[in-house]
């Protein structure tokens, strides 16, 4: 035999082994998939491992998969309406000794625009405060790491005696035909890239979901946050530009249908760069100067967008009315306060400088066709007492100013509604039950709490508790939600870059439950999703559902909803109503029969 043949012979030979393993433990998959049943876990065998080592599950979208989380179900079956996304997860227990390379995707989902993102793990040191067990996530298992970010890439290595899991998100078109489809994720296991497939039944309703009406969410966003994680320069640099659209592109994508406008920089500490889109220039003590090229360039980006409702900062500063707003104009290089911090709420000063700005941001709005589009506040979060009378005096001025201008506030306290100081209250959700008993329409908000029973989106929160967000809404006729943190990447009030994948409380533990402050972590190139940004995102959608079947908040099918605290927390709830919503005749006929279902059944 030739040196040659030799050569080509052993290839062969190595060839066929490499086969003959893969193909063995492939069989050796089907065999205890077989022996186990199809509704338990796929049992895998490595190589030439004596026994199975690495478990494969199928799971919802509202059940954490941790690293300690023990194999679940391979079997799944998801029932989706048109125009629809629908979330599940795939999941790998390696119960080897040594770490386990994995990789995966999803199949024949081609038109549902499919994508499968790997579940990241990121430090939670401590549960959050005033709540009891029964109201958390991950019992024994946090504090510890929880899984949180989302990443696009799905390869990755799984440690000894850890799960993992991929979350695997469909989007299905309107016009998708009804009916049975017969998905399937594929992981690719181990160093030879062994293939294991998981079944997944999809069930698409003939159910067409409408576009959400008349019910604004909003979230702030912190622009500085931006140029200091990214390191770009503030509103001259295009790449801050491109990130800050990708952020709001996000945003729109996950329900928030009305965009806040940094006109003014919100925050009582001092910047070096603060975000305040508006130039303001002051040729001569007193005398002001408006440019809004930035402020104009930033709406035209969010038209493109999508939105068509706009957010505007606070003409006085927030807890108290004390303090004007912190201002600033240039100066050479550097940003220069326009008045001292400490400057009287109705000082000469201020009113001297809304004369001047009152009527040219009027005129802006109506050039940009916006007015009628937009919302506008006073002053964030006043209290009692003394609060109260601040803010009386501090709308007294701005109807004198601009009467045009209807003002909503995060203020509980039900005096600011009953005595009609605002157009709008947004009470914390905790406050909003006095609101309702008064008969006072209003927004909800949360920011840093409640904890306990009451509704939150924490790292702890169980996923079925958020989800259920959009139904409470619903419920109890919330008329708009707001929410404080998009992106706070930086410590409270600090001009300090925190690192959100090692701590997601702004370095504000006990006082900022982790989770607070952000909704989306920064990727190397634009915004990485969380895993409750995601559920919350289909709590909106859950909304979308009740009012497109145009089912009654008095509807029967709610009833199980109380307040804001007492409410059903887990999936099995959730699922059955969706069911019963989704499988109903095309009439759209369920619950209580003697529920109206008309638009004006619609909170």
């Known amino acids: 035999m030739t040196d040659c043949a030799k050569v080509s012979s052993a290839m062969v030979r190595v060839f066929l082994a490499a086969t003959t393993q893969a193909c063995l433990a492939l069989i050796a998959i089907n065999v ?43 079997k799944l079956e998801l029932l989706a309406a048109r125009n629809s996304t629908i979330s599940f997860q795939a999941c790998v227990r390696n119960e080897r000794v040594n770490a386990l390379r994995l990789d995966g995707k999803i199949e024949d989902a081609n038109d549902l625009k499919a994508q499968t993102r790997l579940v990241g793990l990121v430090p939670m040191p401590h549960l959050t405060p005033g709540t009891e067990p029964a109201e958390l996530d991950g019992g024994g298992m946090l504090p510890g790491l929880v899984p949180d970010p989302l990443y696009p890439d799905a390869k990755t290595l799984i440690g000894p005696q850890e799960s993992r899991s991929y979350w695997i998100t469909l989007h299905i078109p309107a016009d998708a035909e009804p009916g049975v489809r017969e998905l399937k994720f594929k992981f690719f296991v181990g160093d030879l890239r062994q293939e294991v497939e998981l079944p997944v039944k999809l069930e698409i309703s003939p159910f067409v979901i409408k576009p959400r009406e008349n019910f604004p969410v909003t979230h702030w966003w912190r622009g500085e946050a931006t140029w200091d994680y990214y390191k770009t320069g503030m509103f001259e640099d295009q790449r801050w530009w491109d990130l800050t659209r990708d952020q709001m592109q996000n945003m729109y994508d996950h329900g928030s249908n009305v965009v806040y406008v940094p006109m003014f920089f919100n925050r009582r500490e001092t910047f070096k760069r603060p975000c305040q889109l508006l130039i303001i220039n002051e040729p001569e003590p007193g005398k002001y100067e408006f440019d809004w090229t930035n402020v104009k360039r930033f709406i035209d980006m969010c038209k493109e967008i999508g939105f068509k409702e706009f957010e505007w900062p606070h003409m006085w500063i927030y807890w108290g009315v004390e303090n004007p707003m912190r201002l600033y104009k240039k100066v050479g290089d550097e940003y220069v306060m326009l008045w001292p911090p400490d400057t009287k709420a109705l000082s000469d000063a201020y009113i001297t400088f809304l004369k001047q700005f009152l009527p040219s941001f009027r005129q802006f709005l109506v050039d940009e066709k916006i007015q009628t589009g937009s919302y506008f506040h006073l002053s964030d979060e006043p209290g009692e007492g003394r609060h109260v009378e601040n803010y009386k005096a501090a709308r007294k001025v701005l109807k004198e100013l601009a009467p045009w201008m209807k003002v909503m506030d995060a203020l509980s306290d039900i005096q600011y509604g009953k005595q009609g100081l605002t157009d709008m209250p947004i009470p914390i959700v905790s406050a909003a039950q006095a609101y309702i008993d008064a008969g006072i329409p209003h927004w909800v908000y949360y920011c840093c709490g409640p904890t306990g029973p009451w509704l939150n989106r924490f790292m702890d929160t169980p996923l079925a508790k958020i989800r259920m967000s959009g139904w409470l809404f619903y419920k109890l006729r919330a008329q708009g939600f707001l929410h404080w943190g998009f992106n706070y990447w930086h410590a409270i009030e600090q001009e300090r870059l925190i690192d959100p994948f090692t701590d997601a409380s702004s370095d504000s533990w006990p006082g900022i439950p982790y989770g607070d402050p952000f909704m989306i972590y920064p990727g190397k190139d634009g915004p990485i999703d969380s895993i409750r940004w995601e559920v919350f995102a289909e709590s909106l959608q859950d909304y979308a559902i009740l009012q497109t079947a145009g089912i009654s908040p008095e509807d029967a099918l709610l009833e199980d909803i109380k307040t804001y605290a007492e409410f059903p927390k887990n999936k099995d709830w959730i699922e059955a109503k969706l069911e019963q919503i989704l499988r109903a005749p095309a009439s759209n006929g369920v619950g209580d029969s003697s529920a109206t279902k008309s638009a004006s059944a619609s909170p």
Do not use: C, M, N, Y
């Open 32 to 74: 205890a998939t077989a022996a186990h049943g199809a509704d338990k876990a796929v049992q895998a065998t490595i190589g030439d491992e004596p026994k199975p080592t690495v478990q494969l599950w199928l799971e919802s979208s509202l059940q954490r998969v941790f690293p300690q989380t023990k194999a679940g179900s391979a």
